[in-house]
Nanobody, 119 residues
Framework: QVQLVESGGGLVQAGGSLRLSCAASGSFFSISAMRWYRQAPGKQRERVATSTSGGSTNYADSVKGRFTISRDNAKNTVYLQMDALKPEDTAVYHC?????????????WGQGTKVTVSS
């Protein structure tokens, strides 16, 4: 069984920073892409950032230049450094990963961590 566990959310003032972490644990062969999504109340889920196993990254236009995704493959962990936070960044942030288990690639999600940015 594979688990993704996020941490690092909280309450921060506009202009501040937070760093989210997502650690994968369990029995698996490898991890390919790792992503951060967010969902604000009443809004659709939005993909915020992606990190591929090859080292490429991409970002939603809404966070470009403010958020940075990184990963530590030895720790099976992905991070999201969020700077210059805005009230509109308030959401529950979920980690997502493509994980190879018993020869098959499967999609896993974390339970989410809440980020609240006050104005």
């Amino acid at each position: 069984q594979v688990q993704l566990v996020e941490s690092g959310g909280g309450l921060v003032q506009a202009g501040g920073s937070l760093r989210l972490s997502c650690a994968a644990s369990g029995s698996f062969f490898s991890i390919s892409a790792m992503r951060w999504y967010r969902q604000a109340p009443g809004k659709q889920r939005e993909r915020v950032a992606t990190s591929t196993s090859g080292g490429s990254t991409n970002y939603a236009d809404s966070v470009k230049g403010r958020f940075t995704i990184s990963r530590d493959n030895a720790k099976n962990t992905v991070y999201l450094q969020m700077d210059a936070l805005k009230p509109e960044d308030t959401a529950v942030y979920h980690c997502n990963a493509d994980v190879k288990v018993l020869g098959y690639w499967r999609d896993y999600w974390g339970q989410g961590t809440k980020v609240t940015v006050s104005s």
